[in-house]
């Protein structure tokens, strides 16, 4: 199976920072890479598929990058609503989820 | 309004069985594949079972095979999930959700658009 990490594993940021979280798989995975946010007690969301493409609906401050093994989702200014847990997840085979970074309030 | 609601979750022993459902509404449900996904307790996400709109193509997370199933049900617009030989560490909230695809230069790419609100799963003696 492809490993996913996440760095870090969480962080604190204050409303209007740039925040940026790193996702790595442990082989190619090309651009089949997804970011969901999940909010306590929620289902998670997906906010970029294909490593790059915004998800209908998501907030343009969202945006995603990478490809191969090395991958970035950037918040360009944090917003309230934003404080949640960001997953990446490759679909480049059986699916598997990094373990997740927590985004609060500094 | 696209939805989908997870049923079925509750108290079991290990070694038990239970059998989750997912009622989809407010989209073709038959022209999506859909998964089972899993959150235990305080951890992160983990992918239990995938299911192609036809049934023709079935994985499972290699902690789940060969104990659970997943099927589905085009007409009644629902995806199921057995469970057996319950172990503590199935404890869990299982999600449903769709797969969707996009084509972006000739490759699929596959995401999990719509989620179920989640069902829990406690097994426990």
């Known amino acids: 199976d492809i490993q996913m990490t996440q760095s870090p594993s969480s962080l604190s940021a204050s409303v209007g920072d740039r925040v940026t979280i790193t996702c790595r798989a442990s082989?190619?995975?090309?651009?089949?890479l997804n970011w969901y946010q999940q909010k306590p007690g929620k289902a998670p969301k997906l906010l970029i598929y294909?490593?790059?493409s915004l998800q209908s609906g998501v907030p343009s401050r969202f945006s995603g990058s990478g490809s191969g093994t090395d991958f970035t989702l950037t918040i360009s200014s944090l917003q309230p609503e934003d404080f949640a847990t960001y997953y990446c997840q490759q679909s480049y085979s059986t699916i598997t989820f990094g373990p997740g970074t927590k985004v609060d309030i500094k | 309004e696209v939805q989908l609601v997870e049923s079925g979750g509750g108290l079991v022993q290990p070694g038990g069985s239970l059998r989750l459902s997912c009622a989809a509404s407010?989209?073709?449900?038959?022209?999506?594949?859909m998964n089972w996904v899993r959150q235990a307790p305080g951890k992160g996400l983990e992918w239990v079972s995938y299911?192609?709109?036809?049934?023709?193509?079935?994985y499972y997370a290699d902690s789940v095979k060969g104990r659970f199933t997943i099927s589905r049900d085009n007409a009644k617009n629902s995806l199921y999930l057995q469970m057996n030989s319950l172990r503590d560490e199935d404890t869990a909230v299982y999600y449903c959700?769709?797969?969707?695809?996009?084509?972006?230069?000739?490759?699929?790419?596959?995401?999990?658009?719509?989620w179920g609100q989640g069902t829990t799963v406690t097994v426990s003696s």
């Open positions: 299911i192609s709109s036809s049934s023709s193509t079935i």
């Open positions: 082989q190619s995975i090309s651009s089949y």
């Open positions: 407010g989209f073709t449900f038959s022209s999506y594949s």
């Open positions: 294909a490593a790059s």
């Open positions: 959700a769709r797969d969707e695809v996009a084509a972006i230069l000739g490759d699929y790419y596959y995401g999990m658009d719509v």
